[in-house]
Nanobody
Framework: QVQLVESGGGLVQAGGSLRLSCLAS????????MGWYRQAAGKQRELVAT???????KYADSVKGRFTISRDNAKNTVYLQMNSLKPEDTAVYSC??????????????WGQGTQVTVSS
């Protein structure tokens, strides 16, 4: 009932910037929390940043001061601004959202992910 599509990934040199976007669509009444996760090759998926419906944010220590999560509730979109990128940031970045559907079910949704590669 709810679909998430990420965009904005790509190849960038160390020190560069990228902005990821995640658009939610479908039978949505309200989006609750949203977040970004990443999974590097050979590693477990880890939390990068989250944002509540009220705008409260949390970040992994490894990205604090470099990444910024934000959301546009009217567009059902969450963003991740990534600055001062490091090779260690290379991973597949996935969007997650908890949504209340128009049929009054709460669902936890994931996008397909977008590859971010940072070269040294």
């Amino acid at each position: 009932q709810v679909q998430l599509v990420e965009s904005g990934g790509g190849l960038v040199q160390a020190g560069g910037s990228l902005r990821l976007s995640c658009l939610a669509s479908g039978s949505i009444f309200r989006i609750n929390g949203m977040g970004w996760y990443r999974q590097a090759a050979g590693k477990q998926r880890e939390l990068v940043a989250t944002i509540t419906s009220g705008g409260t944010t949390k970040y992994a220590d490894s990205v604090k001061g470099r990444f910024t999560i934000s959301r546009d509730n009217a567009k059902n979109t969450v963003y991740l601004q990534m600055n001062s990128l490091k090779p260690e940031d290379t991973a597949v970045y996935s969007c997650n959202a908890e949504a209340l559907t128009t049929s009054w079910h709460t669902v936890d949704c994931w996008g397909q992910g977008t590859q971010v590669t940072v070269s040294s």
